[in-house]
């Protein structure tokens, strides 16, 4: 059989040097079920043996993609097995997936006993069966296949199926038990054979299909209401003799639109004669501006373009491809995956990845092997230029993995990535499990430290040096996966007590702060331990700096902060000195709001220390934005200054806060102690608009001012 495939990437991958690959090539896979949530695309499918004659089917597979071409096996996520009321091992057919409350629920038709339901809290399961019977069995006949549920706007749950008939039923709220009886729609649309995809666009009720056997195309009809009735519109894509059955599934995804059908391109390409060996395609959907869908080629004339670019600076599992053909994937463990059936000239092929600036890196590859053999690194081609080459030696056993490290030349920019494998031919050279490159690329951490356990807010935080930001401290969620344009992080650049150039004093405090779902930059070198910093003295333009760094993250696709900050969302805070290096920088129009600790500026500036910056009263009329002076009471050496800018502060919103602590705060304290309230209360009233934080300053009786201990004063415009 090997053999065979072998000859088929001589002979019949020519064709697929311009044409649309095929979706998934390691697995003949079917009946595409794919699903947005977040980021990510969750594609699942059913899964046709590699020796199927006919329909042999015992699992649903899954595979993610952040960017439509590059695909991540996670292996079969559930199977005929997880039904323990059926005993037959065959009839795994096309499932459909849906999210609702934090649970998943797999609709999976069992071809002759209707359709079944599992449920998982996670997309990669484990699924299990809650009702240990059938949600839908007309036991009167076969047609009880291919369901497609939709949650419609008002939370109201549907499910279509049905071959050759169609049917539907209301679901309830659970989503594992029947609202409504099994209806049989007797306005079928016209060419309705099998494969119903429901759902709902900009208003209008879609219902696309696999059209009338054989061959099958992709037609779809429309409606004003759930229940139709409905009208055909044509054609998602004609019927054409290169294809035989088929079964929509369509999305948005990133502000596009694809659709996703199968075929039986990947067989071909190595066996001309029909068998049941199917494989998922994807291709580019458009709509019309009345909502009717623009007719799309056949798979292999059109072209899914990458929707970003792929991190190649990370541990990459070795099953995420774009195109592996001849390569086969496995389960090792529970849920580990491998790729096995590595043979000599055959190839993983990830598109679209972006190198940053050009250097060089170090590459990790991670396999086991007994024959041994070369993964030859190419970039743009399969005989591209070699970027490096991990020759990966026998580890004694093909189950026991070693890690084998290469450097990679310089290389910048985006590129098309092939993982081309050498060696003897005939043999299985090494099973690979994940490879990665390293180095220190810009705006990655080469230090870390988790404070104080991550502090208290609801995003345990860290506290990091950042590659490429010199002299600065970087402190920001540990698990960044909740936070993106909808959910954004703001900023708060800091500048630290003495103008040291190290938060050493205020890592705590800073650290609390970001578990609240900040992005804090601090002026300054990593605090290793809490001890003095007796360096240079930092300098305003770092302030500026940081905000500079936090705009670039949020465009620049490399970053782990991609898209995830708002950059409309500044505070511009500091302790002391760093309070005065605020002041200097007020100017900024991106800062959003001010907070002042323990500071102000001089009424008398010839006592202070040399090298800090001295702006004179004037300054105040450059502060442009909401403002609030946290002091530590009268015997804070800074206490005079601080509210003599705050008396003189009229245009904006300005509030004071006295805490009887003297000038050196609470920030030692134990995440940050009392400053720590009216500060975070501050920046969520301010740069996230929470209106609840808000009352610790607003109202006669401010929260605030019933803390144990707090003075408060406030102009005018605070409670506007």
């Not at 991190?311 to 086969?328: C, H, I, Q, S």
């Not at 008398?604 to 009471?633: C, E, F, R, T, W």
């Not at 019933?706 to 506007?720: T, V």
Request: with cysteine; hydrophobic share 35%; proline share 6%.
């Amino acid at each position: 059989m090997k053999r065979n495939i072998l000859a088929g990437l001589a002979l019949g991958l020519a064709g697929f040097s311009w044409a649309q690959q095929p979706t998934i090539s390691t697995k003949y896979t079917a009946d595409p079920a794919p699903y947005v949530h977040g980021d990510t695309i969750y594609l699942y499918t059913t899964h046709d043996e590699d020796d199927a004659e006919n329909f042999k089917m015992y699992d649903w597979l899954l595979y993610t993609s952040t960017d439509m071409v590059n695909w991540q096996d996670h292996g079969a996520v559930a199977s005929l097995d997880d039904f323990k009321w059926y005993d037959g091992k065959n009839g795994a057919w096309a499932e459909c997936v849906v999210e609702r409350n934090g649970k998943w629920y797999m609709y999976c038709p069992i071809h002759g006993h209707g359709i079944g339901v599992l449920v998982a809290d996670s997309p990669y399961g484990p699924f299990k069966d809650p009702i240990g019977k059938p949600l839908v069995w007309q036991k009167e006949h076969w047609n009880d296949i291919d369901p497609s549920v939709f949650i419609d706007d008002d939370g109201q749950a549907y499910m279509y199926w049905g071959n050759p008939k169609l049917y539907c039923a209301l679901l309830n709220e659970d989503m594992i038990s029947l609202k409504s009886d099994a209806m049989q729609l007797h306005d079928v649309p016209e060419h309705y054979q099998e494969g119903p995809w429901f759902y709902k666009r900009n208003g209008k009720y879609y219902l696309a299909y696999a059209s009338t056997c054989c061959p099958e195309g992709l037609g779809y009809a429309m409606s004003d209401n759930a229940l139709g009735p409905w009208t055909f519109k044509g054609y998602v894509m004609a019927p054409t003799p290169r294809t035989r059955g088929n079964h929509p599934g369509i999305i948005d995804y990133r502000g596009k639109s694809f659709g996703f059908g199968l075929n039986y391109d990947l067989k071909n390409i190595s066996i001309k004669e029909h068998k049941e060996r199917r494989n998922v395609g994807a291709f580019p959907l458009s709509y019309n501006a009345d909502g009717t869908i623009v007719e799309s080629p056949y798979f292999q004339d059109v072209k899914v373009e990458p929707i970003g670019t792929f991190n190649p600076f990370r541990k990459v599992e070795a099953e995420t491809m774009a195109w592996g053909y001849g390569l086969k994937t496995v389960k090792r463990g529970i849920e580990d995956i491998i790729v096995t059936d590595v043979n000599d000239g055959e190839y993983i092929l990830l598109k679209n990845v972006d190198f940053g600036n050009k250097m060089a890196h170090k590459l990790i590859v991670s396999a086991a092997s007994t024959v041994g053999g070369k993964a030859e690194f190419h970039i743009d081609g399969v005989k591209g230029k070699i970027i490096g080459t991990a020759t990966i030696k026998s580890t004694g056993g093909d189950d026991k993995y070693k890690e084998f490290q290469t450097s990679i030349a310089a290389v910048g920019g985006v590129h098309d990535l092939y993982i081309v494998f050498r060696g003897a031919k005939g043999k299985n050279l090494f099973n690979l499990d994940w490879w990665k490159m390293t180095g220190i690329p810009a705006n990655y951490a080469t230090l870390e430290k988790v404070v104080e356990d991550g502090g208290t807010g609801k995003y345990p935080a860290v506290m990091q040096e950042i590659s490429g930001l010199e002299a600065h401290t970087v402190f920001m969620p540990k698990d960044l996966s909740q936070f993106n344009e909808q959910n954004p992080l703001p900023v708060l650049v800091w500048g630290n007590g003495a103008c040291t150039n190290s938060p050493w004093e205020h890592f705590k405090f800073l650290n609390e702060i970001a578990s609240h779902g900040y992005l804090v930059i601090a002026t300054g070198y990593f605090p290793k331990e809490e001890k003095p910093y007796n360096g240079e003295m930092s300098k305003p333009e770092q302030q500026i700096e940081s905000i500079d760094w936090a705009i670039a993250q949020n465009s620049n696709k490399l970053s782990p902060l991609y898209g995830k900050i708002n950059t409309k969302a500044i505070c511009a805070s500091g302790m002391s000195c760093g309070g005065l290096q605020t002041l200097y920088n007020c100017a900024d129009k991106r800062i959003s709001t001010y907070m002042i600790c323990n500071s102000g500026l001089f009424i008398d500036p010839s006592i202070a220390m040399p090298n800090m910056p001295m702006p004179g009263k004037d300054q105040l009329k450059s502060v442009h934005a909401p403002i609030i002076y946290i002091l530590g009471g009268e015997t804070d050496i800074a206490y005079n200054n601080g509210m003599d800018d705050f008396h003189r502060i009229k245009d904006v919103p300005a509030f004071a806060a006295n805490y009887p602590v003297g000038h050196g705060g609470t920030y030692r304290q134990p995440h940050g102690g009392e400053f720590r309230f009216p500060a975070v209360a501050w920046l969520n009233w301010q740069l996230k608009g929470d209106q609840e934080a808000a009352k610790m300053f607003k109202g006669e009786k401010c929260g605030l001012s019933q803390r144990k201990d707090w003075k408060i004063e406030k102009n005018q415009l605070i409670d506007k």
